[in-house]
């Protein structure tokens, strides 16, 4: 088997060599063109390399041309044949490595431990059980990161993170070994624990420790008129993750079927799509019956309202210009619990490219 290599490719090679003295010399410029010339001398003397002629020279002496057929030997694969089609856990496919053999003998030591422990009845019990993803992850391969990774430490160990990729190539996903996901816990301040109540998600953390400091100093839970027995820190959008996992992340008495959610956020593109999102996940959930089916999502009308109001006085034009690159295409959701002059309201003010930050509310407000 043979493929068109370049001079360019040859160097690149010569970059990354084993011999690290040849590859910094190389790299450095020293000798460079000798280094070169000796490379590609010992490849034609092991018929590793032949010259295509048609290429042409690259005018220097000693000459090269500028592209050679690079000479690799047909590898028998035989063997790994034989392994794919008749000794893995006959819950995998092995379709895609069948037609990538080069790939599955770089990932097969991590499809091998997969199948053994797919084989093994007293391993396979252990599927009856729901883990998070890392415990899962050291379970098979003994180590925690390899399904997802290590963003901090990629570079030290380079196999974590390559989980993910096999177990799509072996047609698994995460509900086949059974396992969570493990986002970010709720922040959250709990009142009460009475129920049913109303529940208060906040997009930013200012706003989150401001209503908290004014239940825990006036033991008062009444904010514009309404009562909240627990109020969550949503941190941007990471409240969308940490609600996709809701049986895992909140306490009990959160999922009572009878709770109210109301959302606050910025008055701006991406507050209302944090909203719009968590409202899916609300009907996902209560498909799954996770959720009663009265249990929704609304935003928190009185406080946008208010937001509004004080935005007039302060004047529109005075008000911070929306962050670029917001997904603009939201829906009617959140438009539909407004009136229409009051929406209209905020959709002038969004085509403005303004925005009403959700600290344009503070401790004078509630009451």
């Not at 990932?107 to 998070?132: I, M």
């Not at 399904?147 to 993170?161: L, T």
């Not at 529109?316 to 009136?339: C, H, M, W």
Request: hydrophobic share 30%; proline share 2%.
């Amino acid at each position: 088997m043979k493929h068109k290599i370049s001079l360019e490719q040859i160097e690149k090679f010569i970059t990354k060599s084993k011999d690290k003295a040849i590859a910094e010399k190389f790299t450095a410029g020293i000798d460079s063109y000798e280094i070169l010339c000796d490379y590609i001398s010992e490849k034609m003397d092991s018929e590793e390399f032949i010259p295509i002629k048609r290429s042409g020279s690259n005018g220097k002496r000693p000459p090269l041309y500028n592209a050679y057929w690079q000479i690799e030997e047909e590898k028998d694969n035989s063997g790994f044949d034989d392994e794919l089609n008749f000794k893995l856990s006959a819950k995998i496919s092995t379709e895609y490595y069948k037609k990538h053999i080069e790939q599955y003998k770089k990932d097969r030591n991590a499809v091998l431990k997969l199948s053994e422990f797919l084989k093994n009845d007293s391993e396979k019990q252990k599927l009856e059980k729901a883990e998070s993803v890392n415990e899962r992850s050291f379970e098979i391969w003994n180590d925690e990161k390899f399904i997802k990774g290590d963003s901090e430490n990629k570079s030290k160990n380079e196999n974590r993170g390559r989980g993910k990729r096999i177990l799509k190539n072996l047609g698994l996903d995460f509900s086949d070994l059974n396992v969570y996901e493990t986002p970010e816990p709720f922040v959250s301040y709990t009142f009460d624990r009475l129920v049913p109540q109303n529940v208060l998600i906040i997009e930013n953390k200012d706003t989150f420790y401001t209503i908290r400091k004014y239940m825990q100093d006036t033991g008062k839970n009444v904010i514009l008129g309404r009562k909240f027995g627990t109020i969550i820190y949503g941190s941007g959008k990471k409240v969308i993750a940490s609600f996709r996992d809701f049986e895992y992340t909140a306490e009990k008495y959160l999922a009572h079927r009878k709770n109210k959610f109301l959302y606050f956020g910025d008055m701006d593109y991406e507050g209302i799509g944090i909203y719009e999102k968590l409202v899916e996940i609300f009907k996902e959930k209560s498909i799954d019956g996770i959720f009663a089916k009265e249990m929704m999502a609304e935003p928190f009308k009185e406080a946008y309202i208010r937001m509004y109001e004080k935005a007039e006085r302060v004047g529109i034009d005075s008000l911070p210009v929306t962050k670029e690159k917001q997904n603009r295409n939201i829906g009617q959701t959140f438009a539909s619990y407004f009136g229409s002059e009051m929406w209209e309201n905020f959709e002038n003010l969004l085509l403005t490219e303004k925005y009403i930050p959700q600290e344009i509310i503070n401790i004078w407000d509630f009451e």
